[in-house]
């Protein structure tokens, strides 16, 4: 098994950046595929990025292409996921998740999870 704690999150303004976090521990992680996810209130939680065990492949939500990256250090066993540009719709509280067996932008398809960190952005 894997334990999972985001940090990184807060208030910004619009137009401003970023960096959550996404510590692991026990099973060591580069067991694992990871994902990023969001929920806003009254909202179905959204795949936002995903990142293979290894790193070589990542993929991204259309809503933060080009905006976001997810990146991994396997030996630090942390996922992040830079923001930038951010925008109020961007507001939700973000969950980190992991899965083994493949990248998946379903989150039922992810078996742990964080307890998730809010970001709030303000315009």
């Known amino acids: 098994q894997v334990q999972l704690v985001e940090s990184g999150g807060g208030l910004v303004q619009a137009g401003g950046s970023l960096r959550l976090s996404c510590a692991a521990s026990?099973?060591?992680?580069?067991?694992?595929?990871m994902g990023w996810f969001r929920q806003a209130p009254g909202k179905e939680r959204e795949f936002v990025a995903a990142?293979?065990?290894?790193?070589?492949?990542?993929y991204y939500a259309d809503s933060v292409k080009g905006r976001f990256t997810i990146s991994r250090d396997n030996a630090k066993k942390t996922v992040y996921l830079q923001m930038n540009s951010l925008k109020p719709e961007d507001t939700a509280v973000y969950y980190c998740?992991?899965?083994?067996?493949?990248?998946?932008?379903?989150?039922?398809?992810?078996?742990?999870w964080g307890q998730g960190t809010q970001v709030t952005v303000s315009s």
């Open positions: 998740a992991a899965r083994v067996g493949g990248v998946f932008t379903a989150y039922r398809a992810y078996d742990y």
């Open positions: 990142i293979s065990w290894s790193g070589g492949r990542t």
């Open positions: 026990g099973r060591t992680l580069s067991s694992y595929d």
